[in-house]
T-cell receptor
Framework: GAGVSQSPSNKVTEKGKDVELRCDPI?????LYWYRQRLGQGLEFLIY????????KSGLPSDRFSAERTGESVSTLTIQRTQQEDSAVYLC????????????FGDGTRLSIL | RKEVEQDPGPFNVPEGATVAFNCTYS??????FFWYRQDCRKEPKLLMS???SGNEDGRFTAQLNRASQYISLLIRDSKLSDSATYLC???????????FGQGTELSVKP
């Protein structure tokens, strides 16, 4: 498809387990961003990738969170030893380049930690 | 102080009404400004960019006042389908990460 694709769309897991979330950006988009949105709250920036530059990890809430991106394609966000407060919708966005370009969002992964 | 602040909601208006949303941002180095729309339990979608000269897209008008660090969105002749949360969004560094306001909920009633 032409849009940002995220998988899985829903994930339910037990506290303490690791989870991996996937994002396929729009083809040709060099910048990729991860955000988190807790229920009833605004969006929080987590991390962004631009080409081969070092990622901006300033929004990652703890060292349990990490993300990787291969070139200018797929990205995975990994949460280790999940906690209940990790329950949220995790949104991925991509844009043509970092800076002032508008970002286009995927449908998100709804993560629920039991 | 939050980096991006919006009017508290919800706004409940009748169809056909004109409604205005306001937003202030704290970082004077902010570079780009957008309004996004988010429907319940859906991802944010770009509504429009905001330019210093002001810009209009159909029933929607966005304005930016850099001196006052203030952004606005005006919706004329509101429709039921306009019901959503409207997010004020700012970019203020080279990286381009979006800083979101908390959003203002709009409910348009028949």
């Amino acid at each position: 498809g032409a849009g940002v694709s995220q998988s899985p769309s829903n994930k339910v897991t037990e506290k303490g387990k690791d989870v991996e979330l996937r994002c396929d950006p729009i083809s040709g988009h060099t910048a990729l961003y991860w955000y988190r949105q807790r229920l009833g709250q605004g969006l929080e920036f987590l991390i962004y990738f631009q080409g081969n530059s070092a990622p901006d990890k300033s929004g990652l809430p703890s060292d349990r969170f990490s993300a990787e991106r291969t070139g200018e394609s797929v990205s995975t966000l990994t949460i280790q030893r999940t906690q209940q407060e990790d329950s949220a919708v995790y949104l991925c966005a991509s844009s043509l380049e970092s800076g002032n370009q508008p970002q286009h969002f995927g449908d998100g992964t709804r993560l629920s930690i039991l | 102080r939050k980096e991006v602040e919006q009017d508290p909601g919800p706004f409940n208006v009748p169809e056909g009404a004109t409604v205005a949303f306001n937003c202030t941002y704290s970082n004077s180095a902010s570079q780009s400004f957008f309004w996004y729309r988010q429907d319940c339990r859906k991802e944010p979608k770009l509504l429009m960019s905001v330019y210093s000269s002001g810009n209009e897209d159909g029933r929607f008008t966005a304005q930016l006042n850099r001196a006052s660090q203030y952004i606005s969105l005006l919706i004329r002749d509101s429709k039921l389908s306009d019901s959503a949360t409207y997010l004020c969004v700012v970019i203020y560094n080279q990286g381009g990460k979006l800083i979101f306001g908390q959003g203002t909920e709009l409910s348009v009633k028949p």
